[in-house]
């Protein structure tokens, strides 16, 4: 399996109860899980326990064959090869689109480095925008920034903190469609996580719901259909 | 990165430079300090511009180059009693005979064993194991109003406690060392017992509770707060040559008493000068104590601030010549050191703020 | 916990976070030691006579300059913030500049002005024959002492209760307006209770400076805490009572500042949104308009027109006896100990706020407290530890060259490096607040953010956390700079050879009872203060922007 998790387990400080309690899934390559969840179930936990933000009291956690978490060691998170999106964005205020896009490219030379940028804001459409700051831009573009941001250094696993919470009903429909179509474009497996079913069900090829820091149930989505992870897919 | 690594090394640059740029002036003196090398280390409580004068003069006679930490009297005596055998110190000059009896006490001062010492200050002003030596003398005096006070009705300190000054005698507060060392003459010459009922008294004449410091005890006089005041002399001097004319107006309408000239003297006080007893430096530290007891320093050196001059060569100022010639306190300065901390308890008990 | 959580903790930030604590404990043990020793005679003398007196006035010096700054400096903010009238722009940062008049030199300045000599009794005597009665006239009393401590130090309030309004409250107080609610109404029923937890932050700041100030009770000779520590010190020899009265001012201090903690409990000074809508100020009609002018303009003027221009006065009065070519070694001087104190100050602050920023855990927590506390060990204790320590210092340095052979050796003790390494402990905290409110104020998500992009602790530090906090950085320089080049005890008690600052010439100048002399040292204190709290206020406020 492309990403392996198994038995984590995570509480937080002087919390008496565990947050995660043996949480364990496998994702094929290609694939796009939703963790769907009520606040407090733990979603948004488990994401930063595979980013490496948080540190769990026990489990493994393996990405593409890399260990990154077991029970004697710990990478931390700039050696994962994990990219996030978070819930607001964090894109750099004191930079540009274009060089929070760049931010993360540090391992390539510089010729790979200026295609990579053109290429990630020709995928997310915001050329035009390159010399624009964060707050000169609406919010489905800042999406669509730290989108490219986190996609630009090809990240083995995406993970995505409640996409769309930040986003009005409208633009929120087109833009679950155009995000879907790019990560199948890039290939990308993804982790996202949401408390909107509709959103899941737009967006993920499973769902997996969450409660009191366990797996409820998962179910496939229609989407799944149409999904065949056996074809590799490459920008 | 390159950009990360130049910003760190920048500000460490700057950071050990700024520090070496510190750290470097002062070598000149730790390390040249540490041997027997040409420079004099001065703790002193006196900053008067006449004095960087008088070094200045020293060092191009001498070639020894003085180093000096200024500083209140009492501050430099406590960090001597921190460093002790270790201090940087090779001479320590401050006012008052107390805090030289102090530094005595705490074993920091060493005798100094020179001739021309002996002979330009005379041995009432002297330590009397030759530890520490008087520069100038100061009086503290009773200052009253020329419009209402006639001088015929002073005489004593004793007698401000009398029921005719009730209300109308002023005095700065008691943590002031010149009071401390006021109460120690007394307790030295009169008694504890009477040392207390004299402060008990004065604290019930007071016209105000005390507070500012000497020059301000003049200027209530002369606004009338009270009647006389205990301050001293040079304080005058300095108002009477004051570039505010106001100051001078107040001086002008004071006049100088000498106390107890009947009977136990006027309380006189001292500045000195010692050698520490670390000192690294003792042959130009000696040097430069002969210097300023020689008459030409002396002179200087008393009359910037309106002091007498221990060296009895020398005239004081024409000021003081002006007030007449008075009789002290025959006590031994040691005394004042002495009796520091009993003065201190008393102010306490009788509540003289 | 398993073992690699363990290793996760001890990286080269704890490493160094600890070593800048270890300065700050070091006096405090010092300090905490010598409270539980045995009692000796003077202490029973101290209890009996002197101690109720220091705890009367030292509590009433601290409520009414609680009371009146926070009057004075809420009411300001408000006025500023909510309603124009004419100058409003000019007095908006006007009105901080009170904070450039260290309140010592308020002190004499203002004891100058008033006495039976100063201008104003002169004139009234010389132009109108009147005589006043002194009483009247009279600053060196407790409450005087309150009346300087109120003028310049209201700032402290005004300014983190004007930022708090400006950004925080537009929505509430417009929401009051909408409701029909009189002005008055809304300050004491929205805006006081609103702003409580600024309030609170800038009183308890007061305080601290009420509590550890040295220069204006001394002038004064008002009895209170800080001058029964030195007067017990250097008048009664007695450093095992001084120390005893220390850690009670600590304790004091400590207490103080666990409330304003408490009260502040989670809140923080700022929302989360950063989204807030400034609030416009609303033009006031009529005789309203000129009776907030005539107040704000009054406030101004008695804080710092007439201080600062009686300080030029004197200036020109002595200004060719004091000013000679050392001056400009005086200036010299104040810069760049000042300056290179700051520096270190605002790397410690750095390194110790990322640190239990990145890896909160309890262990982060307590280094946190513990930084802040170093506002609480009273000057005269950071002296006492800072000589102990240089002298066992050169004491190990000495054997060292001993055994090494070498002929020469470096003396640490009486040079700047202890100096600034007493500064250093005195003045972490200040820096360290600025930086940490700093680091809450743009969260952790930028710095996950960049570590997601493959950049490691260090690297983020430098390329992301830096230029994130720099508005912080910048006013925490701001501030520990104007403190430091203010500051008396530390600087009179540590001096090395040959070494003045202003602040020291200026004081050795007024104890010699020489107050025009002290002018010029001054006024180059408050006009560089005033300049770095201009340069910060449009700093700041093109960021609020």
């Known amino acids: 399996m492309f990403v392996q998790i198994n038995d984590l387990h995570f509480s937080y400080k002087g919390a008496h109860e565990e947050t995660i309690k043996g949480f364990s899934i496998s994702i094929t390559k290609g694939e796009i899980v939703s963790l769907l969840g009520d606040s407090g179930s733990g979603k948004s936990t488990i994401l930063r326990l595979i980013a490496g933000l948080e540190m769990p009291n026990q489990g493994v956690v393996v990405v593409n064959d890399c260990v990154c978490c077991d029970d004697c060691q710990f990478m931390p998170p700039e050696d994962r090869g994990v990219g996030m999106v978070f819930q607001d964005y964090a894109l750099f205020p004191h930079m540009t689109v274009e060089k929070n896009i760049r931010f993360g490219l540090h391992k390539l030379n510089r010729k790979e480095r200026n295609a990579r940028v053109e290429e990630m804001l020709a995928l997310v459409n915001l050329t035009e925008f390159r010399h624009r700051y964060p707050y000169e831009l609406s919010g489905g573009q800042q999406q669509r920034v730290a989108l490219a941001r986190a996609l630009a250094p090809k990240p083995a696993l995406l993970i995505l903190d409640e996409p769309f919470s930040n986003l009005d009903t409208s633009l929120q429909h087109r833009i679950r469609d155009d995000l879907r179509r790019l990560l199948k474009q890039t290939g990308t497996t993804t982790i996202f996580v949401t408390h909107d079913e509709e959103d899941a069900e737009a967006l993920a090829d499973r769902i997996v719901y969450l409660g009191e820091g366990k797996i409820k149930k998962q179910i496939m989505t229609e989407n799944n259909k149409t999904f065949n992870p056996q074809i590799p897919c490459f920008v | 990165m390159n950009k990360k690594y130049a910003a760190l090394g920048i500000s460490a640059a700057l950071t050990t430079s700024l520090l070496a740029a510190c750290a470097s002036t002062d070598e000149t003196t730790s390390n040249e300090g540490s041997d027997d090398s040409n420079v004099v280390n001065v703790y002193s409580s006196r900053h008067y511009d006449v004095d960087q004068q008088l070094y200045k003069q020293f060092e191009e006679e001498t070639g020894i180059k003085v180093n000096v930490v200024e500083g209140k009297s009492d501050e430099l005596l406590e960090r001597l009693n921190t460093e002790g055998e270790s201090t940087e110190a090779d001479l320590f000059i401050t006012a008052d005979a107390g805090n030289l009896y102090q530094a005595k006490e705490a074993g920091h001062l060493q005798a100094v064993d020179s001739d021309e010492l002996e002979s330009n200050i005379p041995e009432k002003y002297r330590d009397t194991d030759n530890e520490w030596f008087g520069l100038t003398k100061r009086a503290r005096v009773i200052v009253y109003s020329k419009d209402r006070v006639k001088p015929e009705d002073l005489s004593t300190y004793e007698a401000l406690t009398e029921e005719q000054w009730n209300g109308k005698v002023l005095v700065r507060p008691s943590e002031n060392m010149y009071n401390i060392s006021l109460l120690a003459s007394f307790i030295e010459v009169n008694g504890v017992d009477e040392a207390k009922e004299w402060a008990k008294g004065l604290v019930n004449n007071m016209a105000r509770d005390p507070q500012g410091n000497d020059r301000d005890q003049a200027k209530a006089v002369v606004a009338g707060e009270g009647d006389v005041a205990i301050m001293n002399t040079y304080y005058m001097g300095l108002m009477l040559n004051s570039e505010d004319e106001e100051e001078k107006k107040v001086a002008e309408q004071l006049g100088v008493f000498f106390p107890n000239q009947d009977t136990t003297g006027t309380h006189v006080n001292i500045s000195g000068i010692a050698m520490t007893k670390a000192s690294k430096n003792t042959e130009n530290a000696q040097k430069l104590m002969e210097f300023m007891s020689e008459p030409s320093a002396q002179e200087k050196f008393a009359s910037v601030n309106y002091e007498y001059p221990v060296n009895e060569s020398v005239e004081p100022n024409e000021l003081l010549q002006s007030w007449g010639e008075f009789k002290e306190q025959d006590i031994n300065l040691s005394a004042l050191g002495e009796n520091q901390q009993e003065a201190i308890r008393i102010f306490n008990e009788v509540g003289w703020k | ?545």
């Open chain 3, 1 to 545: 916990m398993n073992w690699h959580a363990v290793k996760r903790q001890l990286n080269g930030w704890a490493i160094l976070s600890f070593l800048a604590i270890l300065l700050i404990v070091l006096p405090g043990i010092v300090v905490l030691v010598e409270l539980f020793a045995p009692v000796n005679d003077n202490w029973q003398h101290i209890q009996e006579y002197l101690l109720p007196r220091y705890v009367r006035n030292t509590l009433f010096i601290m409520v009414a300059t609680g009371v009146l700054t926070t009057v004075i400096g809420t009411s300001l903010a408000w006025f500023v913030t909510v309603y124009d009238f004419p100058f409003r722009r000019f007095f908006k940062w006007a009105l901080i500049l009170p904070l450039a008049i260290p309140p010592y030199i308020g002190a004499y300045t203002y004891h100058g002005i008033l006495n039976y000599t100063g201008v104003i009794q002169t004139t009234l005597r010389n132009q109108f024959g009147i005589t006043v009665d002194q009483s009247y006239f009279n600053i060196m009393s407790i409450q005087g002492t309150v009346f300087i401590f109120t003028l310049f130090l209201y700032p402290y309030i005004y300014t983190i209760t004007r930022a708090f309004l400006h950004n925080q409250s537009s929505s509430m107080i417009e929401n009051a307006r909408i409701l029909g609610r009189g002005s008055w109404d809304i300050f004491f029923t929205v805006v006081i209770p609103i702003s409580r937890v600024a309030i609170i932050g800038g009183v308890s700041l007061v305080l601290m400076e009420v509590l550890n100030d040295y220069g204006v009770v001394k002038y004064f000779g008002i009895q209170t805490f800080s001058t029964a520590i030195f007067s017990t010190w250097f008048g009664m020899k007695d450093t095992s009572s001084a120390l005893k009265l220390a850690g009670t001012l600590m304790i004091l201090v400590i207490a103080i500042l666990t409330m304003e903690r408490l009260v502040r409990g989670r809140k923080q000074f700022s929302y989360a949104s950063t989204k807030v809508k400034p609030l416009k100020p609303r033009p006031l009609q009529g005789w309203h308009r000129y009776a907030v002018f005539a107040y704000v303009s009054l406030v101004f003027a008695i804080a710092f027109v007439i201080p600062f221009t009686q300080l030029t006065a004197w200036t020109f009065l002595t200004f060719d006896t004091v000013f000679t070519e050392e001056f400009w070694q005086l200036v010299w001087n104040t810069v760049r100990v000042a300056f290179t104190a700051t520096v270190i100050i605002l790397l410690f602050a750095l390194i110790i706020a990322n640190y239990t920023r990145l890896f909160p855990s309890n262990m982060t927590r307590v280094i946190s407290k513990v930084t802040t506390l170093g506002y609480s060990i009273p000057g005269a204790a950071i002296a006492i530890a800072v000589i102990t320590l240089f002298l066992w210092l050169d004491d190990k340095v000495l054997d060292l060259a001993r055994a090494l052979d070498l002929s020469q050796t470096f003396v640490f003790r009486t040079t700047l490096i202890m100096l600034i390494f007493a500064y250093v402990i005195r003045f972490l905290a200040i820096g360290y607040n600025s930086i940490e409110s700093g680091f809450e104020k743009v969260g952790k998500s930028f710095t996950e953010a960049s570590r997601m992009l493959g950049w490691n602790t260090v690297q983020t530090f430098f390329r992301v956390d830096i230029p994130m906090i720099k508005g912080a950085i910048m006013s925490a320089f701001i501030l520990v700079f104007i403190d430091i080049m203010k500051e008396l005890p530390l600087t009179l008690f540590l001096q090395p050879f040959n070494f003045s600052t202003l602040a020291t010439q200026a004081f050795k100048y007024v104890s010699d009872e020489k107050i025009h002399e002290a002018a010029l040292a001054s006024i180059v204190i408050v006009l560089m203060s005033g300049l770095l709290i201009f340069v910060s206020h449009k700093v700041l406020d093109k960021e609020a922007d």
